[in-house]
């Protein structure tokens, strides 16, 4: 429960509506505006992997530094706040507004111009275009745990084959038809609509047959796998035990669902079993907006393999990295879903309690702020060891020391398997 979407699906559509306008802009045209900075072959670009996002280092236009998360499911780049932008004096070529679900909420964004960034010191992508919001609706960091201020979107990824080594925490922008896949890369059956790949992959559910859906590859989703389920659909496929699962927020609202395990996936000539799923509620009028999209594969997932995209020739391959391919799914065993905030992101607040779970009935609630954790004060603890303590294993003891309403109160639990 502690772990969740990177940012809705909502927010996906959102950008979508936005991102049409940028399509001139985002095709051949920017492609000669990128820079390789030195004289390797390939590019390397180092990683920090937070929280199971991938999170590069980008200096805009020669003087800001900021931190991106790297997503493949992203068409575009986005910066989440227009006060570095304000800063920078950049030139604004329209705007758009998009109300939430809720009708009340508007979602306001510009498209700007002309813009240089430098990435990982490696990559130089001048005089691009991208979306930059007015404020920032999402706070990633509330999930991430670290500061994130922008999104790099496959705009800049698809000149190249896009190697994910997660062994070594480096992204390689290999040149154009000159990656070759090692023997022991399998390539993946995928299509790649608008640069996004979707890959073609056999799933069972809880079925005693598979049934091959399509999936988007989302580096951009700190989870494992997410299946979308149609409510307006006679054939709903879920695992016998699941519990109420917080996905992410969306613009004007909590997006919910529910999580359980995937009794195996297929993938890479790999049987992939009791695979953490969320399963998300949707309408199959949505179909056609999300491509025929069907879930998405995370980093949770990803890093299990080796995986390399070839934007050039439209292909996927996926390697098993060792043993780390069959090692076993972990979920939250605690019942709690966790936020960061505060000045340096050391406020840990609960966002959610399952009600029968270890801290539901221990007394946790939704709004508790943990200070301390087995007798470590929280500020020594990031979100990443918290969420990872709380996926421990079944019978481990948990001390929480919260603040409630400016009290201090004591719990006690011990962990057991929900899902």
């Known amino acids: 429960m502690s772990g969740t979407l990177s940012y809705s699906w909502l927010f996906r559509l959102l950008l979508l509506l936005m991102a049409l306008a940028l399509v001139p802009c985002t095709s051949g045209a920017q492609r000669l505006d990128m820079k390789v900075l030195g004289k390797a072959k390939r590019i390397e670009l180092p990683f920090i992997l937070e929280n199971d996002f991938i999170v590069l280092p980008v200096l805009v236009n020669n003087v800001v530094p900021l931190r991106f998360i790297l997503d493949t499911g992203a068409e575009n780049t986005v910066l989440l706040e227009k006060q570095v932008t304000d800063l920078l004096d950049i030139s604004y070529r329209r705007t758009f507004e998009v109300r939430g679900a809720d009708v009340d909420s508007v979602l306001t964004a510009y498209l700007a111009t002309g813009v240089n960034l430098r990435i990982a010191n490696r990559l130089l992508a001048r005089n691009r275009s991208m979306l930059v919001l007015e404020k920032n609706y999402f706070n990633f960091e509330r999930i991430t745990g670290t500061n994130i201020h922008g999104i790099l979107g496959a705009d800049f990824l698809m000149r190249f084959s896009v190697e994910f080594d997660f062994k070594k925490n480096v992204v390689i922008l290999h040149e154009p038809h000159k990656f070759k896949p090692s023997n022991r890369h399998v390539e993946i059956p995928a299509t790649f609509i608008r640069n996004r790949p979707y890959l073609e992959l056999p799933i069972r559910v809880n079925a005693q047959e598979e049934t091959t859906r399509k999936i988007l590859l989302d580096s951009g989703a700190g989870l ?156 020594f603890l990031s979100l990443g060891n918290i969420i990872r303590k709380l996926e421990g294993k079944p019978g481990k003891r948990i001390r929480l020391r919260l603040r409630r309403q400016g009290k201090y109160v004591e719990v006690e639990f011990r962990l057991r398997d929900l899902i």
Not at 336 to 350: D, Q
Request: hydrophobic residues 35%; positive net charge.
């Open 224 to 379: 494992t796998l997410l299946l979308h389920t149609f409510g307006d659909s006679t054939d709903v496929d879920l695992p016998v035990q699941t519990i109420p699962a917080y996905i992410a927020d969306g613009l004007g609202g909590k997006l919910e669902g529910s999580v359980g395990r995937c009794r195996e996936v297929a993938l890479a000539g790999k049987s992939l079993t009791n695979v953490v799923s969320y399963f998300q509620p949707l309408d199959t009028t949505g179909l056609d907006f999300l491509n025929g999209r069907e879930g998405i594969i995370g980093n949770r997932l990803m890093k299990r393999f080796n995986v390399a995209i070839d934007y050039v020739q439209e292909k996927v391959y996926f390697r098993p990295e060792g043993r780390s391919w069959k090692a076993k799914f972990r979920y939250d065993r605690s019942g709690i879903a966790i936020v960061a905030g505060g000045a340096n992101l050391r406020t840990y607040t609960v966002s959610n309690v399952v009600k029968e779970s270890p801290a539901g009935e221990a007394g946790v609630q939704v709004g508790d702020r943990i200070v301390g954790m087995n007798g470590t004060s929280a500020t």
